[in-house]
Structure formats: C-alpha cells, structure tokens
C-alpha cells in the first residue's frame, strides 16, 4: 500500500451537490491528518486538520477511521469557489511511531463544481 | 499569521548555473521543507530540516542542496541547474508543538533553460 492514497478525480458536481472524498494511508501509528485546499498555480492553504474521529467546519467535514486507516472529507453544499485539488496529508513516523516533522503528501483530488 | 516567504516568484535560469531559493520563516518554526511540485507528480519532498545546520534527504534529494545556518532561514540549492529540474518550488514550516500543520510560501516558479 502507498504511504496516501486519493482517488484523484476529477469529481465534477454541479452547485449544491455533496461530495466526498476518501485518502488511505498506510502507516497505523500517525495520529494527526490534514486536508489541504490547492487552486491552480498557488501554493496549498490549509483546510482542516483531524486529530480525533473527525471534526467540522461550516460546510466541510473531516472523518477518522483509524480502524480502516482512511480519512474523509464532505463538502456539503458545494460552491463554484470550492474548485480546487484537494490534498491529503499524512505525517510521516519513524520506526519507533515518532513522528519527526515530516509529512507525507496524496496526488491530490481535483474537484470541479459547475452551475 | 504564520509568513512564510520566498525570495522569488518567477526565476529563469540557464543550465549549468548555480541557483540559490531563499525561504524565510517567522514563527520561530522549528521544521523547515522544501518541496517540488510537478504535473502528475504532485509534491515531492526535496529536503528538510528539524533544526538549525540539520537536514535530512527527502524523497528526491538528487541534484539538491540545502543549507540552514538560522532558524528562520532555508535555503536550497541546485549546485548545476538542469532542464529537468524546471518546476514550481515550494517552502514550508511547522512547528513541533502538537499535532502542527505545515505552513507554505507562496512558491517560486523556475524555469532552467
């Protein structure tokens, strides 16, 4: 299995639509996990992290399953601003289960949301 | 706010050249990255840095060098600029205190020719 791994898409909805998005990883003793936001030609911005079973935000919900070791993000109520690639990311952890600062990032999931 | 900058947006460069990236960091980051991002590649780890005159290779350390003699400061070097090495750029920090996210520069676009 790779370290992360997202369905890269493209997902293209329509304004208003739910959409979901999955991100598998391989390493069972990362605790921490992030979502990031990417639009074109711009650096990543920080979305949402998820430390626990998941956590949300407005429109956006993050999910945990540590069990099946994925995480999830809904966008519910899509808006045309809300294309972009979304990044899942990992930290990375030694032997040990210590994470030493370095993360592990997915291809990304390229979402389009049309009127 | 956390800023994370980068001397250059947009640098052109001939092969065979030195080329220097500056990124400069000021919340008192402990970890420091360089990444390259590429078409169907996505980001890929160049190099990092856990603390000051420390690094370790990334997943591409190839034709790269790093230096960070301050805390606030990483640069990255690429000692003979190749075709191959035309990409966006990207810095990024993070703290060591919990489960911190990292935070990225704005990136620079280098085009080696």
């Known amino acids: 299995r790779k370290e992360v791994e997202q369905d890269p898409g493209p997902f293209n909805v329509p304004e208003g639509a739910t959409v979901a998005f999955n991100c598998t990883y391989s390493n069972s003793a990362s605790q921490s996990f992030f979502w990031y936001r990417q639009d074109c030609r711009k650096e990543p911005k920080l979305l949402m992290s998820v430390y626990s079973s998941g956590n949300e935000d407005g429109r956006f919900t993050a999910q945990l399953n540590r069990a099946s070791q994925y995480i999830s993000l809904l966008i519910r109520d899509s808006k045309l601003s809300d294309s972009a690639t979304y990044l899942c990311?990992?930290?990375?952890?030694?032997?040990?289960?210590?994470?030493?600062?370095?993360?592990?990032f997915g291809q990304g999931t390229i979402l389009t949301v049309h009127p | 706010d956390v800023k994370v900058t980068q001397s250059s947006r947009y640098l052109v460069k001939r092969t065979g050249e030195k080329v220097f990236l500056e990124c400069v960091q000021d919340?008192?980051?402990?970890?420091m990255f360089w990444y390259r991002q590429d078409p169907g590649l996505g980001l890929r780890l160049i190099y990092f840095s856990y603390d000051v005159k420390m690094k370790e290779k990334g997943d591409i350390p190839e034709g790269y060098s790093v230096s960070r003699e301050k805390k606030e400061r990483f640069s990255l070097i690429l000692e003979s600029a190749s075709t191959n090495q035309t990409s966006m750029y990207l810095c990024a920090s993070r703290s060591d205190r919990g489960y911190s996210p990292l935070h990225f520069g704005n990136g620079t676009r280098l085009t080696v020719t």
């Open positions: 919340m008192d980051h402990e970890n």
């Open positions: 990311v990992v930290p990375a952890t030694n032997a040990g289960g210590t994470s030493y600062g370095k993360l592990t």
